[in-house]
């Protein structure tokens, strides 16, 4: 048996527990790692025409172990632009723009979505109708 499938299991049948009320077990706050709400993010410039998108917070909180939001980025090319995620929500999404606005203002060409996670994708409707959707 898989460890993640033994963790599922114990966790079940203390939930389980706990709702029946046989165990007053204490269950961990939920407590998300990050919220799209507040984050905000910066350019760092890679190489010529590639860039990252990170969370500001990015260089001082990696280093005590603070986990970050999701990152992305872009590739300007001779005729546009290739985006690398789109982002959980419209906020971080316009900020994910405006970056790339303060760069080029070619045509947004591509977008990569590595995952269907919706930090990866969720954003793909805002996208301009001719962007072509890349989709792992």
Not at 14 to 19: E, K, N, T, V
Not at 51 to 77: H, L, M, N, R, W
Not at 87 to 94: A, I, P, S, T, Y
Not at 106 to 117: E, F, G
Request: charged share 15%.
């Amino acid at each position: 048996m898989n460890k993640n499938l033994i963790v599922t299991m114990v966790t079940c049948f203390l939930l389980s527990l706990h709702l029946t009320g046989i165990a007053q077990i204490p269950l961990p706050p939920q407590v998300p790692i990050w919220d799209g709400n507040k984050v905000e993010l910066t350019l760092h410039k890679l190489a010529t025409n590639v860039y990252a998108i990170q969370p500001t917070a990015v260089e001082s909180e990696t280093t005590k172990g603070i986990p970050q939001a999701t990152s992305g980025g872009f590739i300007v090319g001779e005729k546009g632009v290739m985006l690398i995620e789109c982002f959980l929500n419209k906020r971080l999404f316009d900020q994910e723009i405006k970056l790339v606005r303060s760069v080029t203002n070619k045509p947004i060409l591509y977008a990569v979505n590595t995952s269907d996670h919706g930090d990866h994708c969720f954003t793909n409707y805002l996208l301009p109708a001719n962007t072509l959707i890349i989709q792992n």
